[in-house]
């Protein structure tokens, strides 16, 4: 079963950046469409984020313009870059392939002062 593996969360002051990071391994990884997603507490699991194998990317109104998505084929790895972070980002985010429905365990993001 493929398991992603996601990185990179934590504890950042409202402004800040982060970047997380998912590597997948198992599968062929320059051929599958990768998602990111994030669940607040009390709410329902979202897509924030996503980049075909092609490239295109796609983003929730709520992080268009903020966050970044993108892929390194040879690391078998997918990142979302984080910018301008404010306190209502914090969830903790998950990594998604759909080819194979596997999620990641999910990383923390909290932005506080």
């Known amino acids: 079963q493929v398991q992603p593996v996601e990185s990179g969360g934590g504890l950042v002051q409202p402004g800040g950046s982060l970047r997380l990071s998912c590597s997948a391994s198992g599968i062929n990884f320059s051929r599958n469409d990768m998602g990111w997603y994030r669940q607040a507490p009390g709410k329902l699991r979202e897509s924030v984020a996503a980049i075909t194998s092609g490239g295109t990317t796609y983003y929730s109104d709520s992080v268009k313009g903020r966050f970044t998505i993108s892929r390194d084929n040879a690391k078998n790895t997918v990142y979302q870059q984080m910018n301008s972070l404010r306190s209502e980002v914090t969830a903790v985010y998950y990594c998604?392939?759909?080819?194979?429905?596997?999620w990641g365990q999910g990383t923390q993001v909290t932005v506080s002062s």
């Open positions: 998604y392939i759909p080819g194979s429905r596997s």
